[in-house]
C-alpha cells in the first residue's frame, strides 16, 4: 500500500513562506505523476503545482512565481516551497502520487496539513 505524509503546514502571516513536504512510502520514480492540491470546504479540490516524470511542471495561475515544486529523490520526498502567501492560500493542502493502473491511473492521497495565512 502506497502511503503518502505531508508535513509543514501551520499559521503564518500574509507575504510570509512555508515550506511543506510529502514523503512517500516508495520510490518517486514509481509515480508518473507527483503534486499538491489544496482545499477549502464548500470548494472542489484545486491543483496547486504538478510534476510528471516526464519533466513537466505545471502551476495554478494563482500561484505561478510564488510558489515552487521539487523533488529530493534519495529521500522520496516532494517539496512545496510557497512565497508571498495570501489569506486566499489558505487551505488543507493534500499530496497526490498518481500510478499506471491496469486500465485506468490510481491516485494516492496523503491526509492532508493545514496552511492558514491570517494576520
Known amino acids: 500500500q502506497v502511503q503518502l505524509v505531508e508535513s509543514g503546514g501551520g499559521l503564518v502571516q500574509p507575504g510570509g513562506s512555508l515550506r511543506l513536504s510529502c514523503a512517500a512510502s516508495r520510490s518517486i520514480f514509481s509515480f508518473f505523476a507527483m503534486g499538491w492540491y489544496r482545499q477549502t470546504p464548500g470548494k472542489q479540490r484545486e491543483l496547486v503545482a504538478t510534476?510528471?516524470?516526464?519533466?513537466?511542471?505545471n502551476y495554478a495561475d494563482s500561484v505561478k512565481g510564488r510558489f515552487t515544486i521539487s523533488t529530493e529523490y534519495a529521500k522520496n520526498t516532494v517539496y512545496l516551497q510557497m512565497n508571498g502567501l495570501k489569506p486566499e492560500d489558505t487551505a488543507v493542502y493534500l499530496c497526490?502520487?498518481?500510478?499506471?493502473?491496469?486500465?485506468?491511473?490510481?491516485?494516492?492521497w496523503g491526509q492532508g496539513t493545514q496552511v492558514t495565512v491570517s494576520a
Open positions: 510534476f510528471t516524470n516526464g519533466g513537466n511542471t
Open positions: 497526490n502520487g498518481r500510478i499506471f493502473g491496469t486500465t485506468t491511473p490510481i491516485d494516492y
